[in-house]
């Protein structure tokens, strides 16, 4: 760190960098949905392959060539059906999913001489009306006075709890936030999820009935594992990754240094985008999806410089190419095989960062900073285990859980991003929260 920087590299984060209609503008629908003439065209370009590849890459496994064959005929109501019996988040997951790895990777249409059908947009054109009607597809099978304890209310959780519902059982959410969803309410970008749609798409999952919420409520802080699995038949763990990584340099703790996810967190929460300190030149340190948000955000936002540095290339970046490019063109200058060394600091506050290339060690440049981002990945903590810690095997500070999400520990199951071997991704989140749900089901009926 370095405490004498010159005075010219004074720092200018300030909020209100561009007027607010352009911000609101800049944070407008990624992919506005398909007109209804649109999706049938799309939908007319599947071939409805027998042994849909599409359906395979999903993690959810939902019936592509199905819910295309319903838009098709206009049963809209019957391809949403399709959609959300095996992925309840299929509203949330039509805008999030990077299908150009997943089901639009796999479309056999995807050549280079032509393109994938349009999979996840033709999702949203089949679930959108469902979300904005209220309409539930889905009851509940006459009760079996089984409990459930679900810990945390994110995509894992609430997929968990709604599978469980449907199957007549009684799930309770713990969840230490004031708002359900998760990452789909505090961390997706703002311009994949417009108009709320997080809180209402959680106000659909509980509508089923038989879920019951307790916010402000933590395991390890309010509640242990082991009054859990006292007082319910069976428990899920959905409690994402709270912790972030660090930088390992001295200084992170001085103003300016931030963790991307927290940024991100205040801006899908502010009421009023335009009053956030915003720096003029940011730093985002990080190749993966977090890392692409928080700059593509700050540019909309109105920083005039922002430039994302990774320590190595771009193939080998967790951001799809898709992605990459994406924040190219949205103004965001990509530096690769790159560590930072140092924090450069200017009266307590960072003024740039020293890179140094992890192709030539020794040769080191600077990048002049108001505001440096670190979006190098979230880490599991693993304090609401802590009393049960020696049971619940972990690796690598993730939960071992079996093919049915079973944990080592008797009667706890467990999905999403605190799973060891998961993709941290919504769409695996909710697959794994189902999987555990039709797993404890077999377990209670059994019991
Ligand atoms: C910035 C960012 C952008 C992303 N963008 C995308 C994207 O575009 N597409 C995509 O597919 N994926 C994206 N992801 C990944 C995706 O959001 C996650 O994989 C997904 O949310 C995981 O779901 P989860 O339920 O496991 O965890 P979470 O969504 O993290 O939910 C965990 C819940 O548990 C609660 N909790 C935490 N501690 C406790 C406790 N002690 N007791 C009880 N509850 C607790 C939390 O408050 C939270 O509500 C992104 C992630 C980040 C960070
Ligand atoms: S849930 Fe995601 S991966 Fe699965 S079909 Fe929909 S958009 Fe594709």
């Known amino acids: 760190m370095n405490s004498d920087e010159p005075a010219s590299k004074a720092s200018d984060v300030r909020p209100g960098r561009l007027p607010e209609e352009q911000i609101t503008a800049n944070l407008s629908d990624m992919h506005p949905p398909l007109t209804p003439s649109e999706a049938i065209i799309d939908a007319d370009r599947c071939y409805f392959c027998y042994d849909a590849p599409c359906t395979t890459a999903c993690p959810t496994g939902i019936d592509i060539p199905g819910f295309i064959q319903k838009i098709r005929s206009g049963n809209i109501k019957g391809s949403a059906h399709t959609i959300l019996s095996e992925n309840i988040m299929g509203g949330m997951c039509a805008r999030v999913c990077p299908t150009e790895v997943l089901c639009e990777d796999a479309c056999v249409r995807n050549t280079h001489k032509d393109r994938p059908v349009r999979i996840g947009l033709l999702q949203r054109y089949a679930t959108d009306p469902i979300f904005e009607t209220n309409t539930q597809l889905f009851g509940r099978a006459p009760a079996t006075g089984h409990r459930i304890a679900i810990v945390g209310g994110g995509p894992a959780g609430l997929s968990c709890a709604h599978r469980l519902a449907m ?87 001085v103003e300016g240094v931030a963790n991307a996810v927290d940024y991100i967190a205040a801006l899908r929460q502010a009421p009023d985008k335009a009053s956030l300190p915003v720096g003029r030149r940011v730093v985002v340190i990080g190749g993966g999806m977090t890392a692409i948000d928080i700059a593509v955000q700050s540019k909309a936002l109105g920083a005039e410089q922002v430039t994302m540095v990774y320590r190595r290339g771009q193939e080998q970046m967790n951001a799809s190419r898709y992605e990459q490019e994406f924040a190219q063109v949205r103004g965001v200058s990509l530096r690769l095989w790159s560590k930072p060394r140092r ?54 500070d993730r939960i071992v859980v ?40 077999k377990f209670l009926l059994g019991k």
Not at 220 to 234: N, P
């Open 343 to 396: 924090l450069l600091v200017n009266a307590g506050r960072v003024s740039g960062v020293e890179f140094e290339s992890t192709q030539t060690p020794g040769e080191t440049y600077v990048l002049d900073a108001d505001v440096v981002f670190k979006a190098i990945g979230q880490k599991m903590l693993s304090d609401p285990l802590r009393e049960s810690a020696e049971i619940v095997e972990l690796k690598q």
């Open 167 to 253: 199957l007549g059982h009684a799930a309770t959410v713990f969840e230490p936030m004031d708002k359900l969803g998760g990452l789909n309410e505090y961390g997706i970008a703002a311009y994949k999820t417009v108009n709320d749609f997080a809180a209402r798409e959680v106000d659909y999952i509980l509508g089923i009935g038989g879920i019951e919420v307790r916010t402000g409520v933590g395991l390890g802080k309010d509640v242990s594992l082991g009054e859990l699995r006292k007082e319910f038949d069976a428990v899920f763990l959905g409690f994402g990754l709270a912790g972030v990584n660090g930088l390992g340099l001295d200084g992170e703790q």
């Open 402 to 441: 079996d093919e049915e999400r079973r944990t080592s520990l008797a009667g706890v199951w467990a999905g999403g991003d605190c799973v060891f071997g998961g993709e941290d991704l919504t769409v695996s989140a909710v697959q794994d929260g189902k999987v555990a749900a039709l797993s404890i089901h």
